[in-house]
């Protein structure tokens, strides 16, 4: 998310970027009105009702792909500003780049966020606020994500050198490999930490086996120009094998229901909805990434208007939306209408007091220059 240089002709990375941080404030959105995951504030609790099965359907989906889309873009950028700059620079660079937006949620728009969500309960956000300051609570939030980067990048940087060889597409085979490994992976590591449980600081690590092989593969294809000019048979063929796999998943949800042996909780354990869900992320991230990277490419070659916004706003946007999207809800809280309707007003009105927050705090030669 953080942008490193863009070449001149990959200005479509930045509209995508935008896009996709976008949807994460609809996906947020939907958690507050029934969908399955943790969030600030929620009007409704998940249930067995159409409204919650569509809304977790619709953010079980976006799961699948759309953190593993940031870091893979994220690795792309590592070698040429590596390169660029030395090891010890760069690292700090990515340390003050990513760490200042942590800070920033983490201690001011978090517990924030935090404080307005208690108002749902009858406490006065100031009361909440001081609370939290005085027991030093520091609330990541969505912006584990930098988190996370920071790691990777410590971790890739001394290996940069040899990834980055110019090297072939990766095959058919490869990546049916790549998507066995990261669905193995999974499946083990949620026996242990399921999805929904975190650690340390807001990390799902049930998730992290795809965050990790996309941020390797983004430095690894970097050089080779590998998803910058994705080719159309392997973006075709991924986008069949998803089409066939994204049903796979609720057809065991559904039978699950009816015989017993493929009943047990999706999200880990020694189960067959456990191991179909861990195998059918990779499946469909593969099919989704690869078609919307060829998308982008071609869509944007030089991005303007709205869209040149949205490009500019994506760090700002991921920043500031929680406690944007929880303001709103709170204040469409009354409204007696249904579920959806009030997602959809909700999260239309969230993106785009979204974007006019992140470009007005654009006009900050300080923020732009740190976010």
């Known amino acids: 998310m953080p942008m490193n240089h863009l070449d001149s002709r990959d200005k479509w990375v930045d509209v995508l970027r935008g896009l996709v941080a976008l949807l994460v404030v609809v996906h947020h959105t939907a958690l507050m009105y029934g969908a399955i995951g943790s969030w600030f504030w929620h009007e409704k609790s998940p249930d067995n009702s159409f409204s919650s099965l569509l809304l977790t359907a619709f953010c079980t989906f976006n799961q699948a792909w759309f953190m593993g889309l940031f870091f893979l873009l994220a690795g792309a950028y590592v070698p040429t500003a590596l390169a660029r700059k030395g090891a010890n620079l760069y690292l700090?660079?990515?340390?003050?780049?990513?760490?200042?937006?942590?800070?920033?949620?983490?201690?001011?728009?978090?517990?924030?966020?935090?404080?307005?969500?208690?108002?749902?309960?009858?406490?006065?956000?100031?009361?909440?606020?001081?609370?939290?300051?005085r027991q030093s609570h520091f609330e990541s939030g969505p912006l584990w994500f930098v988190a996370a980067l920071w790691v990777m990048t410590c971790m890739v940087t001394p290996f940069v050198p040899w990834l980055q060889r110019v090297r072939p597409f990766p095959s058919m085979a490869m990546m049916w490999v790549a998507a066995l490994l990261v669905g193995a992976s999974a499946f083990l590591i949620r026996l242990v930490w399921p999805?929904?449980?975190?650690?340390?600081?807001?990390?799902?690590?049930?998730?992290?086996?795809?965050?990790?092989?996309?941020?390797?593969?983004?430095?690894?294809?970097?050089?080779s120009r590998w998803w910058f000019d994705v080719p159309a048979p392997a973006a075709s063929t991924w986008r069949r094998v998803m089409r066939w796999s994204v049903w796979l998943l609720p057809l065991v949800f559904i039978s699950g229901s009816l015989i017993p042996w493929l009943a047990g909780p999706a999200v880990g354990g020694w189960n067959v909805q456990a191991f179909v869900y861990a195998f059918w992320e990779p499946l469909v991230a593969w099919g989704v990434l690869l078609r919307l990277l060829r998308w982008?490419?071609?869509?944007?070659?030089?991005?303007?208007?709205?869209?040149?916004?949205?490009?500019?706003?994506?760090?700002?946007?991921?920043?500031?939306?929680?406690?944007?999207?929880?303001?709103?809800?709170?204040?469409?809280?009354?409204?007696d209408w249904p579920v959806l309707l009030k997602f959809v007003v909700s999260a239309g009105l969230s993106v785009l007091i979204c974007l006019i927050c992140a470009q007005l705090l654009l006009r900050s030669a300080f923020w732009r220059r740190w976010f």
């Open 92 to 133: 700090m660079d990515r340390l003050v780049r990513l760490g200042l937006p942590l800070l920033v949620f983490g201690c001011l728009l978090g517990p924030f966020t935090i404080a307005l969500a208690f108002t749902s309960k009858g406490f006065a956000i100031q009361d909440t606020l001081m609370a939290l300051w």
């Open 195 to 223: 999805v929904g449980q975190t650690w340390w600081i807001g990390w799902q690590l049930g998730y992290f086996p795809g965050y990790v092989l996309l941020f390797i593969a983004g430095v690894a294809g970097a050089k």
């Open 296 to 335: 982008a490419q071609q869509r944007f070659i030089s991005p303007s208007g709205a869209y040149k916004a949205m490009g500019q706003s994506a760090m700002t946007v991921y920043l500031i939306h929680a406690p944007i999207v929880v303001g709103l809800g709170l204040a469409l809280q009354g409204l």
